[in-house]
C-alpha cells in the first residue's frame, strides 16, 4: 500500500445498510481504558478487506487518551516495512440521553503521533513519513449510540481496491478499567465487528481464543511467556517459541496444508505433541467456544522466525487469522 486514500466516515447503524464488502481479515482490535473518567470507551476493530492479496505490510498501532478535560482518542497506524504511518484524533462528548455520544474525528498532530509512533520502538523520526491524506480536516460531529458503528478508511492501495479499515464504537467503559469489589470478577466489556453478508454457520467459523498464554515444554514453563497479556482469537492461532519456530492451530484439519491431528483443547488449556516434546498452553480464559473437549491439529515450523526490522528472537509471540491459507509458506 504505498498511498492512503481520502479518508472514508460511514455510519453503520445497528447493523443496517452494511456495505457489500468481500471478507475481511481482522489484523487487530483494542480499546481505550484511560476514558473511564469520561464515562466511555473508545473500542476499534482494524480490518482487511478484502483479505487477499495477502497483507503486504507489516503494520503495528498506538493509541492513547488525552489528560484533559476534553476527552480525546489518538491513533496511530505504521507500516514498518515501508516506515510510513497515519494517525487519527477523535473527540468523543456523552449526552445527556444514556448510550448517546457525540464524535468527531480530524487529524493527529505529527509531533504527537512520532510520540507514540516511537514509543519503545527505537527508530529515529527522520526514518519515517507520514501518509498524505487528502480530504482530512476537521469533520462535522457525529451523533452515534451504542451499537452503531463508524468505518474509518485508513490506508488504500490504488492498484488492487485493497482497503485497510478501522472500524470505531463508542460504548460504556470496559469493566476492568477500574479495578474494585464490584467488577472483580466482570469480564472485560469488547468490541467485534464483521463484514459481509450473514451466512449460515459452518464448523470451520469455530475460533481458538487464547489470553495470557503461558507455554510449558516437557513440563518446564518457558521464561518468555511468564509475562504475556496478550488477548488473540481467529480460526486459526499462531504462536512463535524462541529457538523452536512457529506452531499453528486450529480446531478443524487442514490436511491439505500439512496440519495433524497432535493435541486436544479442554477448557482453559491445549496440550500437543511434535516429536518427542510435550507442549502444554494455559489461557486466561475458554480457549474453544463451548466446553466440549475438541481434538487439536498443529502445523509447526521450526524454522520461522520474525523477520520485521527490530524483531527481538528472543520474545514470545502470538497471533491469529481467519483462514490457515494467509499463515502458510507456500
Partial sequence: MKKAGTALLVL????????????SMRIEHGVTTGTKKFGFGFYWETRLEPETPALDF????????????????????????????????ARVEVLAE???????????????????????????????????????????PQTIHAGDVVAMDLLRNPGTGQRNVDYVTVQEPPANAEIGFGNVNVPPREFAFA??????????DAELRIRSARVSVNGKVDPSTSRSDI?????VVWFYLP???????????????????????????????IGSDTFNL???????????????????????????????????????????????RK
Fill in 12 to 23: 453503520l447503524v445497528a447493523g443496517a445498510g452494511l456495505p457489500a464488502f468481500a471478507q
Fill in 58 to 89: 507489516a503494520s503495528f498501532s498506538s493509541a492513547a487518551t488525552s489528560s484533559t478535560t476534553e476527552p480525546e482518542v489518538f491513533r496511530v497506524v505504521a507500516d514498518r516495512t515501508r516506515h510510513v504511518y497515519f494517525g487519527y484524533k
Fill in 98 to 140: 444514556p448510550g448517546t455520544y457525540r464524535i468527531t474525528f480530524g487529524p493527529i498532530d505529527p509531533q504527537l503521533a512520532l510520540n507514540l509512533l516511537f514509543l519503545g520502538d527505537g527508530g529515529k523520526a527522520a526514518d519515517w513519513t507520514p501518509l498524505s491524506t487528502p480530504g482530512w480536516g476537521i469533520g462535522s
Fill in 195 to 204: 463484514t459481509g453478508e450473514p451466512r449460515d454457520f459452518r464448523p470451520d
Fill in 231 to 235: 488477548d488473540t482469537s481467529g480460526a
Fill in 243 to 273: 529457538k523452536r519456530g512457529r506452531f499453528l492451530l486450529s480446531l478443524t484439519p487442514h490436511p491439505n496444508l500439512g496440519f495433524r491431528k497432535a493435541g486436544e483443547v479442554r477448557g482453559s488449556k491445549l496440550s500437543f505433541t
Fill in 282 to 328: 494455559v489461557a486466561d480464559g475458554a480457549i474453544a467456544p463451548t466446553q466440549a473437549a475438541f481434538n487439536l491439529y498443529v502445523l509447526h515450523d521450526p524454522l520461522w522466525k520474525p523477520d520485521y526490522p527490530f524483531a527481538d528472537l528472543s520474545k514470545f509471540t502470538i497471533g491469529a487469522a481467519d483462514r490457515a491459507e494467509f499463515l502458510v
